[in-house]
C-alpha cells in the first residue's frame, strides 16, 4: 500500500470529519503511467473515520482501491492520509520531510524521482547529475558554482567537511548522470542503476540537510528543559 503525498489530491468533499478526494494524480500500478485517478463508490465503513472509494486508470482502465484516513481533530484536505492498493512496482516515494530542502533542490529532486517511476532510466540519471550540482552549488561561494562537477564537488569538500564515503557517493552519482547523458545502447543506465541514483541523492539531501534541522530542533528543545525538574 502506497501513501498519497496531499499535493496529490486533486479537489475533495469535507463532510464532519470525513475527507472524500475527488481525484488523485498517481503512478498507475498496472501500466506504470502518471495519470489522474477519478475516484468512485465511496463508503465509510470502516474505522477511524476512513473512507474507501475506487479509480479506474484513464490510460490501461485498471481498477485501485483508495482510502482516505483522517486521525486529527480536524478535517482539511492536509489533515487526510491517503492510500493507494497496490503500491506501484519499483516506486521511490518523494521526500516527507521537504521543508528542509531549498525549493531549486526540492523541484530537482522530485524531477529525479518523476522519471525514475515513470520508468524513464535515462532520464533519471540526468536528472540525478542535476541535482547533485545543485546541492554541491550550495555548499560553495558564488564565485566556484560555474565549476564542473567534478571540481564543484572537490571544491565543496574544502567548504564543508564531507567524510570519505559521502565523497565517493557524490563522484559515483555524478558517473551514473554522465553515463545518462550519452547515448550508447549498451551502456544505457537501467532500473538498478537508476534506483540507485535516486536512493544516494536521497541519502545525501537528508545528510545534508534533514540531520541538520532535526539536530538544532533537539538542541532548541533540549535548551527549554529545565534541569532542575
Same mark, same amino acid.
Given at each position: 500500500?502506497?501513501?498519497?503525498?496531499?499535493?496529490?489530491? &486533486?479537489?475533495?468533499?469535507? $463532510?464532519?470529519?470525513?475527507?472524500?478526494?475527488?481525484?488523485? $494524480?498517481?503512478?498507475?500500478?498496472?501500466?506504470?503511467?502518471?495519470?489522474?485517478? *477519478?475516484?468512485?463508490?465511496? $463508503? =465509510?465503513?470502516?474505522? /477511524?473515520?476512513?473512507?474507501?472509494?475506487?479509480?479506474?486508470?484513464?490510460?490501461?482502465?485498471?481498477?485501485?482501491?483508495?482510502?482516505?484516513?483522517? =486521525?486529527?481533530?480536524?478535517? *482539511? #484536505?492536509?489533515?487526510?492520509? #491517503?492510500?493507494?492498493?497496490?503500491?506501484?512496482?519499483?516506486?521511490?516515494?518523494?521526500?516527507?520531510?521537504?521543508?528542509?530542502?531549498? $525549493?531549486? /533542490? !526540492? +523541484? %530537482?529532486?522530485?524531477? =529525479?524521482?518523476?522519471?525514475?517511476?515513470?520508468?524513464?532510466?535515462?532520464? %533519471?540519471?540526468?536528472?540525478? !547529475? +542535476? *541535482?547533485?550540482?545543485?546541492?554541491?552549488?550550495? /555548499?560553495?561561494?558564488?564565485?566556484? !558554482?560555474?565549476?564542473?562537477?567534478?571540481?564543484?564537488?572537490?571544491?565543496?569538500?574544502?567548504?564543508?567537511?564531507?567524510?570519505?564515503? /559521502?565523497?565517493?557517493?557524490?563522484?559515483?552519482?555524478?558517473?551514473?548522470?554522465?553515463?545518462?547523458?550519452?547515448?550508447?545502447?549498451?551502456?544505457?543506465?537501467?532500473?538498478?542503476?537508476? &534506483?540507485?541514483?535516486?536512493?544516494?541523492?536521497?541519502?545525501?539531501?537528508?545528510?545534508?540537510?534533514?540531520?541538520?534541522? &532535526?539536530?538544532?530542533?533537539?538542541?532548541?528543545?533540549?535548551?527549554?528543559?529545565?534541569?532542575?525538574?
Amino acid at each position: 500500500m502506497q501513501k498519497i503525498d496531499p499535493s496529490a489530491i &486533486r479537489g475533495c468533499e469535507i $463532510s464532519g470529519r470525513l475527507i472524500r478526494p475527488a481525484a488523485v $494524480s498517481a503512478i498507475c500500478p498496472k501500466c506504470n503511467a502518471k495519470v489522474i485517478f *477519478t475516484l468512485y463508490g465511496f $463508503s =465509510t465503513g470502516g474505522h /477511524l473515520n476512513s473512507v474507501s472509494a475506487a479509480g479506474n486508470c484513464p490510460s490501461c482502465n485498471g481498477k485501485v482501491g483508495f482510502w482516505s484516513i483522517n =486521525t486529527s481533530g480536524v478535517a *482539511t #484536505i492536509h489533515s487526510a492520509e #491517503i492510500y493507494m492498493h497496490p503500491s506501484p512496482q519499483n516506486f521511490f516515494p518523494e521526500p516527507s520531510e521537504v521543508d528542509f530542502i531549498p $525549493s531549486p /533542490l !526540492r +523541484r %530537482a529532486l522530485i524531477s =529525479t524521482i518523476e522519471s525514475y517511476n515513470a520508468g524513464i532510466y535515462a532520464a %533519471a540519471a540526468v536528472s540525478g !547529475r +542535476r *541535482t547533485l550540482e545543485g546541492i554541491f552549488k550550495f /555548499l560553495v561561494p558564488e564565485e566556484k !558554482r560555474n565549476l564542473p562537477l567534478a571540481k564543484l564537488i572537490d571544491a565543496a569538500k574544502e567548504e564543508k567537511d564531507l567524510s570519505a564515503p /559521502l565523497s565517493a557517493l557524490s563522484h559515483a552519482i555524478r558517473s551514473g548522470g554522465n553515463l545518462g547523458a550519452h547515448f550508447d545502447m549498451e551502456l544505457e543506465p537501467d532500473e538498478a542503476v537508476a &534506483r540507485q541514483i535516486v536512493e544516494l541523492l536521497s541519502y545525501l539531501i537528508s545528510y545534508l540537510y534533514v540531520l541538520p534541522a &532535526r539536530i538544532e530542533q533537539l538542541e532548541s528543545d533540549l535548551s527549554k528543559i529545565d534541569p532542575a525538574n
